[in-house]
């Protein structure tokens, strides 16, 4: 077994295979992929494949006589290994692999076609039934635990009793006191917020936190310009909650199968740019300035090749001077990653920097400063596409029609376009913050928790006096000069 190992070049492949949780995927001659498995350590698993050349199974002693070279995914845990092995599973196919393959092994949450839908927890789908099944999920407890979670914020019934009529009519359960159940059996669920609740939900658990944020934040402003604050603030308190909910549990779905030219322009990128693993998770970053005066920086995040927005992070720079990309540069990546180590959280296995050899140097010489000097920075230049590796003399220059070209600008545009939106949202809300400056008596902490309180200077210029006196430290007579100086009405006692 050994001497095949040195003639395959496997030997030396197993022995530069990282101590880290990861995915191997095992190819025979042809190139096909025949097993894929995790591992808390990679080389250490791998290795014991071919440690005794006599296995118990004869299935395993077969697939160790198949294997002509192997691949590998680094991921930050095991956890996210467990789900990256199941994907793979689900697009390969692999002959070896049984269980995964059955599509038994994880639980899916079902969604009930029900006039008021249940979420149910089942390992079996049932093709034709007209419900809609979201998975699967890497862990049935940490799945029950999580829709405990959702049902505080988005309420569903649980029971089969059904909308209206029944032994149940007219007396909702205990479930419906606690405000845990909108109460359908008896008749006290709206049918459209109830389809607009599951809506939510199926957001949720797909991974698409954004996109509910985004929903979420469009109703809130809607209860807000409405001068409904009660329920805006509960809104509010469901966005931050969610936030919390998304970060922990962000790992547990498996994600959509990954097309092969995606999975293509990942492996490309690896080899062209020498990396130690497919460039699972990228994350991108750049930096933008207000009028010459403030900077910001921004990072997004790329999983499997595509964005993730709710793992975008912008910074407000704060040791730089004047405009100076370089240093701000250097200023956001330390920050982001050092947090990231003291918090444990989940590292890239590329960082790309919108730029050239200036941004590169400061962002490489910032993640030295912090400890980490494994993991891949490549800056990207604008123009001529040119991409610059710390120590290299000369950039690399990718075919234009590479795939892996054309994902590495897609994550730097995504950067910059993000990065302008973050400086955009910025400028209006100093916009906002200096109009409310301007009321004497308003000063820039009590400006900012107006408008946390109440969204925007528009909306406060409908207001009523006693409204926006409510807000901690806003008095009567100061709420009045507010509404006068954004255009409200004006009153006889407004500067008594």
Known sequence: MGERLKDSGLESKIASLPLRPGVYLFQDDEGSVIYVGKAKSLRKRVQSYFRHGDFASPRLRKLVRSIRDLSFIRTETEAEALITE??????????????????????????????????????????????????????????????????????????????????????????????????????????????????DIALLLRGRSADLVGRLRQRMDKASSSMDFETAARIRDTIRALWKLSRKHVSMVFSEPLDSGTWKSLVQIQDLLSLPAIPWRIEGFDVSHFSGGETYGVCVVF?????????????????????DDFRAMGEILGRRYSRLL????????????????????????????????????????????????????????????????MLLRRVRDESHRFAIAANRKAGRKRMSVSALEEVPGVGKILASRLLSRFGS???????????????????IKTARRIIVHLGGPEEEDADK
Request: aromatic share 8%.
């Open 457 to 475: 200077v528009a909306a406060m210029s409908s207001l009523t006096p006693e409204e926006i006196a409510s807000v901690k430290g806003v008095s």
């Open 342 to 405: 003291k918090e444990s959280g989940a590292l890239p296995q590329l960082i790309l920097v919108d730029g050239g050899p200036g941004q590169l140097n400061f962002a490489v010489e910032a993640l030295n400063t912090i400890g980490i000097s494994d993991i891949p920075v490549v800056a990207i230049a604008k123009r001529e596409e040119l991409l610059f590796t710390p120590g290299a003399k000369r950039p690399v220059r990718l075919p234009w029609d590479s795939g892996a070209l």
């Open 303 to 323: 999983e499997q090749g595509m964005p993730n927005p709710s793992l975008y992070r912008r910074y407000r720079v704060r040791s730089v001077e004047g405009i």
């Open 86 to 199: 199941a994907r793979l599973i689900k697009q390969y196919q692999p002959f070896f692999n049984i269980d995964l393959k059955m599509g038994e092994r994880y639980p899916y949450v079902k969604i009930t076609r029900e006039p008021f839908p249940r979420i149910v927890i089942t390992r079996h789908r049932e093709e034709g039934d007209g419900s809609d099944y979201i998975g699967p999920f890497v862990s049935a407890g940490e799945l029950r635990h999580m829709l405990r979670l959702v049902e505080r914020f988005f309420p569903l019934r649980v029971c089969s009793a059904g909308s209206g009529g029944g032994p149940w009519a007219n007396r909702p359960c205990v479930r419906y006191e606690l405000g845990r159940c909108p109460g359908p059996c008896a008749g006290l669920a709206d049918p459209s917020e109830y389809r607009e609740r599951v809506a």
